[in-house]
C-alpha cells in the first residue's frame, strides 16, 4: 500500500487540499473582522496561509515530478512535507485565532518540514 506510485498519488491530493483550504485561510484572513483574531493573529494566519500554499503547490510538483522514478529518501521526504506543513499551519492558525499556543505544534511542524526538504535534496544527490 505505501508504495512509490501511492504516496506521489497522495502527496497531489494533499497539496491540492492545501491549496484549496489556504484560498478558503486566505478569505477568511482578508474578511473577518479583527474581533475573530487574537493580538497579531490576522498577520500570523496570513503567514501560515502563505506556507501553506506554497508547501501544497510543491507538493503537487513533487507528486508529479516522482510519479515514475522515486527512492526511499525521496518517499520519506515527501511524507515529511505533508506532515510538517499540516502540524506548522494547524499550530499557527491556532495561536492566530485563539492566541493560545499549542505547545511545540507548529516549531515542530517547521522542524519537520526543514528536514523534510533536506531529506529530499539528498534523496535527489543520491538519485543522479
Known sequence: MLTGPFLTRLWCIC?????AT?????ALTAHLPDAHFAEGGRAMAR??????????????????GLAQRTNRLLLAGGCGVVVGTFLFCAGVYD???????GSHIAPTGGSILIGSWLVLAAGWMRRT
Open 22 to 26: 489556504g484560498t478558503i485561510m486566505g
Open 15 to 19: 497539496g491540492a487540499l492545501f491549496v
Open 47 to 64: 503567514s501560515a496561509m502563505d506556507m501553506q500554499m506554497w508547501q501544497g503547490i510543491a507538493l503537487v510538483a513533487l507528486g508529479l
Open 95 to 101: 495561536t492566530a485565532f485563539t492566541g493560545h499556543h
